[in-house]
């Protein structure tokens, strides 16, 4: 570990307990219970693809409290799905993930201002971005740091995941691919599952079906 890179401890797994602050809360003032983000719907387009129709339109709310039960029901879908795609992990680490989900939540929550939410939800999620890479950041000169000092990122595949990857990406895009629609992709599969003596839920087969029939999509991933 070089001498940039801070302790020899992990200092994902430190944590430190702050006394309670004995500062007087200001009073939220409007412009801090208004969150004018209209310009733009990539937020509504977030919120629509995790929890569908409720959220269409949502551009018209302002209310910060309308987002801020956005935000946390968003963290409560990763909170609840992060260990169930992670395959492996030691246990120092898992316990650093759950307790910076669990500190962002509950300081999420806590707030009540519109910046003070959004201060509490970008580096609450920086931190875990940080963590999935690793380890919590440190100081370094220049912009690059190492964050496999403690364990290195890897990502594996099964065939099956391949299958089903390939298959989302060629049924989603039928016309690049010679196809009419989704279901006719499908249908060539089945044909081309039949025609080869395969079944036709075999995902090994699909992987064969996608190298033979479109490699240059097969090579896109691979």
Same mark, same amino acid.
């Given at each position: 570990?070089?001498?940039?890179?801070?302790?020899?401890?992990?200092?994902?797994?430190?944590?430190?307990?702050?006394?309670?602050?004995?500062?007087?809360?200001?009073? /939220?003032?409007?412009?801090?219970? /208004?969150? %004018?983000?209209?310009?733009?719907?990539?937020?509504?387009?977030? %919120?629509?693809?995790? @929890?569908?129709?409720?959220? =269409?339109? %949502?551009?018209?709310?302002?209310?910060?409290? @309308?987002?801020k039960e956005f935000y946390l029901?968003?963290?409560?879908? /990763?909170?609840?799905?992060?260990?169930?795609?992670?395959?492996?992990? #030691?246990?120092? =680490?898992?316990?650093? /993930?759950?307790?910076?989900?669990?500190?962002?939540?509950?300081?999420?929550?806590?707030?009540?201002?519109? #910046?003070?939410?959004?201060?509490?939800?970008?580096?609450?999620?920086?931190?875990?971005?940080?963590?999935?890479?690793?380890?919590?950041?440190?100081?370094?000169?220049?912009?690059?740091?190492?964050?496999?000092?403690?364990?290195?990122?890897? !990502?594996?595949?099964?065939?099956?995941?391949?299958?089903?990857?390939?298959?989302?990406?060629?049924?989603?895009?039928?016309?690049?691919?010679?196809?009419?629609?989704?279901? #006719? %992709? =499908? !249908?060539?599969?089945?044909?081309?599952?039949?025609?080869?003596? =395969?079944?036709?839920?075999?995902?090994?087969? !699909?992987?064969?079906?996608?190298?033979?029939?479109?490699?240059?999509?097969?090579?896109?991933?691979?």
């Amino acid at each position: 570990m070089t001498k940039d890179q801070g302790n020899q401890a992990d200092n994902s797994d430190v944590s430190i307990v702050l006394a309670p602050s004995r500062r007087t809360t200001p009073k /939220i003032t409007a412009d801090q219970k /208004i969150f %004018a983000h209209n310009y733009s719907l990539s937020l509504e387009r977030l %919120a629509e693809s995790l @929890f569908g129709q409720k959220y =269409h339109k %949502a551009t018209d709310r302002t209310d910060v409290g @309308f987002w801020k039960e956005f935000y946390l029901s968003a963290l409560a879908v /990763i909170q609840s799905s992060l260990f169930k795609s992670i395959g492996s992990i #030691d246990r120092q =680490h898992s316990i650093s /993930i759950s307790d910076q989900l669990e500190r962002t939540i509950t300081s999420v929550k806590r707030a009540k201002a519109k #910046d003070e939410i959004h201060a509490s939800l970008i580096v609450g999620l920086f931190k875990l971005v940080f963590l999935l890479m690793g380890r919590l950041p440190y100081a370094a000169r220049g912009k690059q740091r190492s964050f496999s000092t403690f364990r290195t990122l890897t !990502y594996s595949q099964t065939e099956e995941q391949l299958s089903w990857l390939l298959q989302s990406y060629v049924e989603g895009r039928p016309q690049e691919h010679g196809f009419g629609d989704h279901f #006719d %992709a =499908h !249908y060539a599969y089945f044909v081309w599952a039949r025609e080869h003596k =395969h079944s036709s839920s075999d995902r090994s087969a !699909y992987v064969d079906w996608v190298r033979t029939t479109v490699p240059q999509t097969y090579s896109q991933f691979r």
